[in-house]
């Protein structure tokens, strides 16, 4: 009989993760960390209050982890990590919106969405993927403060050039 196998840190012996979960939980965690810190310079250099740098905290920082943890526990981990794809897409052109359309973040963040849905779902991931962002963009301008402020500082841009 084979010992048990480990899974993530905190499971229990015996129990795997899918792989892309794992894949995709790295990645997520790794490159919305980049992006908490480019974004929250933009921020700060722009003064946005409080309650953005909640949202940024939440979304940024705990957001993958919850992901994690969900696709984790899912019945069909993997359909569970195609939501999550599409859930970036959206909730990543709203940060797009609420950010006011900083030309080199908008960038990073919906190239980097609709190269993950095409790499991991095809040309349906690429329709989808687009729906998902135009939609969120579409809420973050119901929903928000409409303004267009597409400059970004030197080294915002910097790091969202080579960050995408």
């Known amino acids: 009989m084979d010992a048990p196998s480990a899974g993530a ?6 129990y795997r993760v899918h792989s892309w979960v794992l894949i ?4 997520r965690a790794i490159a919305f960390g980049v992006c908490f810190l480019g974004i929250g310079l933009h921020a700060w250099e722009r003064g946005f209050g409080a309650a953005l740098w909640v949202g ?10 919850v992901l994690f943890v969900r696709a984790r526990r899912a019945a069909q ?7 999550h ?4 897409c959206f909730l990543l052109a709203w940060w ?20 993950n849905a095409i790499a991991n779902r095809g040309l349906r991931g690429l329709a989808r993927s687009i729906v998902c962002s135009c939609l969120g963009l579409l809420f973050g301008i119901v929903f928000g403060d409409l ?17 995408s």
């Open 56 to 65: 940024l905290v939440l979304q940024f920082l705990v957001y993958p982890h």
């Open 9 to 14: 840190p905190g499971q229990a012996a015996g």
């Open 147 to 163: 303004r267009f402020w597409p400059d970004t500082s030197a080294l915002v841009t910097t790091l969202f050039f080579f960050g």
């Open 77 to 83: 981990p993997v359909r569970a990590e195609v939501q």
């Open 96 to 115: 797009v919106a609420v950010l006011e359309f900083p030309l080199w973040i908008a960038y990073s963040l919906l190239f980097s969405t609709t190269l």
């Open 85 to 88: 794809l599409y859930g970036d």
């Open 24 to 27: 995709n939980y790295t990645v």
